[in-house]
């Protein structure tokens, strides 16, 4: 049973174009999460999604980021026009439906480093 | 001021000894997690706990609601569990507040 799948691992890109990270859960998980490190800082909670629905976005940048979990296929965070304070590792997480969110383990991909220059 | 906070924030160990991180929150929660991350960022999940305590080989988590507090204490340490162990509290909003960590070196 593959874990958690993040890709990129590492992704480079110049100020303004887009990033797109990409999270596949575990099988049979219906609720992945994001989540930002900032270099030297703690983790942050970004989105907590479910098939076709956000169901909280509190933690997102108002602007440029955005994310999506369709019925089929991966998780996707999407930062648009990138700014250097974007450098930082995205880490995706997932969990089974069960006794509700962030109640139950989290099982983390391995993240991916985001690099602006 | 953080709704999370661990101590110590760095911490060094001889290889054998016991140690103990400690995690304070001041927000009701409904779970309590704690997570490794290890030297190559990786994540692992270790104990997530509403009361009481929880054990895992070497490792044993404990939890006091009415202090609002948790502790994760290692045994007979070494080297490998050298990594950054990460407190999260389920709260308000009903979404994980992650304490800074703590960076554990155990030393040979």
């Known amino acids: 049973n593959a874990g958690v799948m993040q890709n990129p691992r590492h992704l480079v890109r110049r100020r303004g174009q887009e990033a797109r990270l990409r999270c596949s859960p575990m099988k049979g998980h219906s609720h992945v999460y994001w989540y930002r490190q900032l270099p030297e800082e703690g983790l942050k909670f970004m989105v907590y999604?479910?098939?076709?629905?956000?169901?909280?976005e509190s933690g997102m940048p108002k602007e440029r980021f955005s994310a999506e979990f369709p019925k089929e296929g991966p998780s996707i965070l999407r930062i648009q026009q990138v700014v250097r304070g974007d450098s930082a590792a995205y880490f995706c997480?997932?969990?089974?439906?069960?006794?509700?969110?962030?109640?139950?383990?989290?099982?983390f991909g391995p993240g991916t480093r985001l690099l602006v220059l | 001021k953080n709704e999370v906070e661990q101590s110590p924030q760095n911490l060094t160990a001889q290889e054998g000894e016991f140690i103990t991180i400690n995690c304070s929150y001041s927000?009701?929660?409904?779970?309590l997690h704690w997570l490794q991350q290890h030297p190559g960022g990786g994540i692992v999940s270790l104990f997530m706990?509403?009361?009481g305590k929880k054990k895992h080989g070497r490792l044993i988590a404990t939890i006091n609601i009415q202090e609002k507090h948790s502790s994760l204490h290692i045994t007979a340490s070494h080297p490998r569990d050298s990594a950054v162990y990460i407190c999260a509290a389920t709260g308000g909003g009903n979404k994980l507040t992650f304490g800074t960590g703590t960076q554990l070196k155990v030393e040979l």
């Open positions: 927000v009701g929660i409904s779970a």
């Open positions: 997480a997932s969990s089974p439906r069960g006794r509700g969110p962030f109640q139950e383990t989290q099982y």
């Open positions: 999604l479910q098939k076709e629905n956000i169901i909280d």
């Open positions: 706990l509403s009361s």
